[in-house]
């Protein structure tokens, strides 16, 4: 019988060991928001814009860009008008996230846009099966360090 206590001890320390690892893994993951490889592909232009708010709390659709994330499209300091920005905004039956791809209030913010006229557009996400291209509201990145380098990644994979 001992040998099977041994066993036993060694199982269960092991499966003790496992459940400490996935709550560690769990409690200090990052839970900032995914730039989708998707949209990024979809995406014309990918810039930095500071997004300012009007005095109801929505976002001003005019966006003055910090950086431009690639060789293409405006140039920094440059304000383009980017026409569905107020549809990046939280709907009310959502729950609020405090780092979620939606407005959150005037900052600068990732902008994965594409040329429509004389305007610019967000990115919406390419069809997939299951998934009706353009549905659900466009997402947007708060610019933070880990979107910053989530974008750095993207362009050095070849997605320029």
């Given at each position: 019988?001992?040998?099977?206590?041994?066993?036993?001890?060694?199982?269960?320390?092991?499966?003790?060991?496992?459940?400490?690892?996935?709550?560690?893994?769990?409690?200090?993951?990052?839970?900032?928001?995914?730039?989708?490889?998707?949209?990024?592909?979809?995406?014309?232009?990918?810039?930095?814009?500071?997004v300012?708010?009007?005095?109801?709390?929505?976002?001003?659709?005019?966006?003055?860009?910090?950086?431009?994330?690639?060789?293409?499209?405006?140039?920094?300091?440059?304000?383009?008008?980017?026409?569905?920005?107020?549809?990046?905004?939280?709907?009310?039956?959502?729950?609020?996230?405090?780092?979620?791809?939606?407005?959150?209030?005037?900052?600068?913010?990732l902008?994965?846009?594409?040329?429509?006229?004389?305007?610019?557009?967000?990115?919406?996400l390419?069809?997939?099966?299951?998934?009706?291209?353009?549905?659900?509201?466009?997402?947007?990145?708060?610019?933070?360090?880990?979107?910053?380098?989530?974008?750095?990644?993207?362009?050095?994979?070849?997605?320029?």
């Amino acid at each position: 019988m001992t040998g099977a206590k041994v066993r036993l001890a060694v199982a269960l320390a092991a499966f003790l060991g496992w459940l400490g690892y996935l709550s560690y893994a769990a409690l200090t993951k990052d839970r900032g928001p995914v730039v989708s490889r998707a949209q990024w592909a979809a995406a014309t232009y990918r810039v930095v814009g500071k997004v300012a708010a009007g005095s109801d709390g929505q976002p001003l659709t005019a966006v003055t860009l910090t950086e431009a994330l690639g060789p293409a499209g405006p140039a920094a300091n440059a304000t383009v008008e980017v026409v569905d920005l107020k549809a990046a905004v939280r709907r009310p039956d959502e729950p609020p996230q405090p780092d979620a791809t939606v407005f959150s209030g005037p900052g600068d913010y990732l902008l994965l846009l594409v040329k429509d006229g004389g305007k610019y557009r967000i990115a919406d996400l390419p069809r997939s099966p299951g998934v009706e291209a353009g549905v659900g509201r466009p997402l947007i990145y708060p610019w933070t360090p880990a979107v910053a380098a989530q974008a750095g990644a993207l362009q050095r994979a070849g997605n320029p």
